[in-house]
Structure formats: structure tokens, C-alpha cells
């Protein structure tokens, strides 16, 4: 059961009263949380539920609601939400996760965007989605009807990245944050939250070998979703969430290669969650000499310490602006996978910038 402490953050309790610890860091024992929307999210709501229950299923991703400063949706979605709302970069009525988890990004969104009327959302795994959809409607129980009403409408499918909501109405904003890690040999894709963080083989869908030696595949195979099966309005984004452990300008070049011209839309940083892993993950794939040999550091982390002192009170559009810059700032600093991974057994919380590239179509070079 969880129970929100005095600082608002919902922590695990198991029956006989004692702190549940996590089977791994890939399994959860614990399936229900209650959360504060102003303590996790960090702003008070103003269109969804003050307090909502968010369910797990087995194979969804765990939010970090005791540890906000780790989570994806808080550091990277809700921000780059409220960047492309307050910058007035478009008018978003239609929008979609992909990969949603738990579903706390579309509850993100639909706080975010006023003018929303249709959400559509995608994951891997049918309960996932169906999951998602009913923590969505958890967080708009007290809603006005205009915003009860979208939640209700929403579109739950499961399957690869985009290609559930084929033949769908376009959409004004994409949003995702998926997956880097190819899968290990003994690896399983429907095992726990195994699928939240590896992904399968993608050789059927001809990456060029900039993008697969930097492990940004999926992020590729969406963009290129998005174009091919006409699912993104003409004046539409495509918000790509990525852990910079690559350099920025490796990103910027995927979206390129994709079809699209893509800009740093804000950057911020997060501790690494499930550290041994992500980071592990991107170790063994460092010493098996693969990843992008052009560059002196194959993938790379930092010392939390440093994220906090080199980003200080930098909002996450305004590192955004100066995003290679921080780049230089944190060079000092930096570790590779293998030595990230040492200092995580020493001790040392690591972590790694979080970048959002908006993408548009070369058709059509501006965000209207």
C-alpha cells in the first residue's frame, strides 16, 4: 500500500507495516500509489485531480515518485510541455504519447494544453495501455466534464512505437521517450519492465549506422512512423526525449536523417533510475567496442554533483539556449560507461542531461 508522507511523496509500506523494498530495479512489488499532482510535478494543477491514484501493471515503468528528480515525465515532459505552451510554438489540439508507461506524461499534457480535445497513446503491451488510460482517468475524476470528456475519449493501442494509431486523424504534437538499449541474448522484451529500457532487434527497418552506433533507433523508427503512415500535421512537432549520454549534435543529425529539421527545445538533468541496469546496459555495449568510436567517450554520465553545480538555477528552456555550452561546462566531469558504473558501486549518484529535441517536417521549417 502507499501513503503520502509529510513532504507529499508517496511511499511503500508492505502489509505488516515495514518499507517494501523492490524486488530489482526492473520489478516493483508494489502496484498503487497515490499521488500528490503539486509534490510530484512541482506546480499545482489547475485542469486535472489534486490527488489520483496511478496503477502499475507488471511491464509498466516505474515513475519515480519518491525521487521526482529521476523521473522522465517530471525533468524532460511536463517542461517541455509547458516550453511549447508559454513559447506559443503551436496550437496543440491532437497530441499522442508514445511509450506513455504509466501514463503520467498525458496526464502532463492535458494540464498543460488547453485547447486539448483528442489524446491518443501508445506502449508496447495491451495492459500497459489500458492501464495508462485508466490512471488518466483517475487524475481527471473531479475535472471539469470539457477535460473528463477527453480523457474518456482517449485511444489506448498497443503494439510498436507508431503504428497502432495508422489511419488516425493527424496530430499536432508527438511526444516520446523511448528506449536506447538493444536487448541482451537472454534478454526478454515481455519480462517486467525489460521493455521500458532495451529494445528488440530493428534491422528490418534500415537505420543508417550513425543512428544505431549511438543508440538512438527508436527515436529514429518514430520519426520516421510519424512521416511514413501520415500521422503528424504539416505545422506539427515531434518532441523527442533523449538521455544526452550522446552529444547533442548526434541527435540533431538522427532527426536530420529522419526527414525533419530538428532545434534544442530545453535541457535539463536527472539522476540515473535503475542505475546498475541503464548504465550497465550501456557499459557491456562500450566494451564490446561498439557505439560511436568517433568520439573519445562512447556514451557518457556525470557525478550528480556536477549536474547540479554546472545547470545551478538555469530553467530548462534557458539551458536549452546555451545546451553546448553546458556541454563544455560539464567536460571535466565527464565518465564513460565503464567508469560511471565503478563509481555507482563506489557510491557516487551519477546521472545524466536530459535534451528534447522538437522536430518539424523539412516542409515545413517552422513551429507555427
Known sequence: ????????????????????????????????????FEAFYGIKPQRVDRRFLVNLSDQSYLPKFDN?????VVTAALN?????????????RRFASVGTGAGTDLVAALETFPQLCGIAMTDLHQEVVE????????????????????????IARPGDVLVPLKGQEPLDLIYENLPNIPLPKMGDLKSGQTSSTFIGDRTADRIPHHV????????????RQAKDLALLNPSGAVLSSMGGRVPIQAMLKMAESAGYVGRVLGLSWKAQSEPKAVIGGY?????????????????????????????????????GLCASQIEDELLPDRLDAVAAL?????????????????????SARSIK
Not at 521526482?68 to 522522465?72: I, L, V
Not at 488510460?133 to 477535460?147: H, S
Request: proline share 2%.
Open 283 to 319: 557499459a557491456e555495449h562500450q566494451r564490446q567496442g561498439l557505439g560511436p568510436l568517433t568520439f573519445r567517450w562512447q556514451f557518457y554520465f556525470y557525478p550528480v554533483s556536477a549536474l547540479e553545480r554546472v545547470f545551478g538555477k538555469r530553467t530548462f528552456a534557458a539551458a
Open 131 to 154: 492501464t495508462a488510460k485508466a490512471n488518466l482517468l483517475n487524475a481527471t475524476e473531479r475535472a471539469d466534464q470539457k477535460v473528463r470528456d477527453v480523457a474518456l475519449a482517449a
Open 342 to 362: 565503478h563509481k555507482h558501486y563506489d557510491g557516487v549518484e551519477i546521472g545524466h542531461t536530459v535534451v528534447v529535441v522538437a522536430s518539424v517536417l523539412k
Open 1 to 36: 500500500m502507499f501513503h503520502l508522507q509529510q513532504n507529499g511523496f508517496a511511499t511503500s509500506t508492505a502489509t505488516n507495516g515495514t518499507i517494501d523494498s523492490t524486488e530489482s530495479e526492473m520489478h516493483s512489488n508494489v502496484k498503487k500509489f497515490q499521488v500528490e
Open 68 to 72: 521526482p528528480r529521476a523521473d522522465w
Open 212 to 223: 544505431t552506433s549511438h543508440l538512438l533507433d527508436l527515436h529514429y523508427v518514430c520519426l
Open 80 to 92: 517541455a510541455f509547458r516550453a511549447f505552451e508559454s513559447g506559443r510554438l503551436g496550437v496543440v
